[in-house]
């Protein structure tokens, strides 16, 4: 495995849709390893193909347990043409961030419960049904597919602040990836 450069905000690739991948082979098994290993070693929770300069629909997640709760389990996902099929009508805003925006953080609205329809590198579809953090990360990731950055979310522009800046406490804000 090997550790990938992280596309930062202004380069053009982070605007741009990804392409449909329609064949599971041992490059983009490599390429879900070495995706896997740089958001671990960033840290990160999620890295998406343009985040990596490869312009193609794969997302690797790695959320750990003690973020969604005391004795929960790690939960990780590698998918490919991830898509949202369905969603709570819940939203609720929290702080994120973004490897592709190291310096900077922003209040963002998501929903609290979402279906995807992905395959897996097994080749196998499913639907996959997460809640609350998780759920959040896998949105972030599935906008970089399309082009779309967190702060692109924002609703009050003035959220977005420092990420080094400390920030009042709110019970109700929590840090993505």
């Known amino acids: 495995m090997a ?16 392409a449909e991948i329609t064949r599971i082979d041992k490059r983009l098994v490599k390429l879900a390893e070495d995706m896997f290993e740089t958001m671990l070693a960033a840290p990160g929770v999620g890295l998406a ?4 300069g490869v312009m193609e629909r794969i997302i690797v997640v790695h959320v750990p347990g003690d973020y969604i709760g005391e004795g929960e389990e ?9 898509e949202i099929i369905a969603h709570t009508d819940e939203i609720e805003v929290a702080t994120e961030g973004c490897l592709s925006i190291p310096e900077f953080i922003g209040d963002v609205p998501r929903w609290t419960e979402i279906q995807i329809k992905a395959t897996e590198l ?12 998780v759920a959040r990360v896998l949105q972030h990731e599935i906008d970089h597919l399309n082009g779309i950055m ?7 522009k003035s959220t977005i602040r420092p990420a080094n800046e400390p920030q009042e406490s709110n019970p ?6």
Request: proline residues 7%.
């Open 150 to 156: 967190f702060t692109d979310r924002v609703v009050d």
């Open 172 to 177: 109700e804000t929590s840090e993505a990836s």
């Open 122 to 133: 097994d080749g196998q579809t499913y639907i996959i049904e997460e809640y609350d953090w």
């Open 49 to 52: 193909g343009p985040q990596v």
């Open 74 to 82: 790690d939960i990780s996902y590698t998918l490919i043409n991830p």
């Open 3 to 18: 550790l990938m450069d992280i596309v930062l905000e202004g380069d053009p690739r982070l605007r741009q849709p990804a």
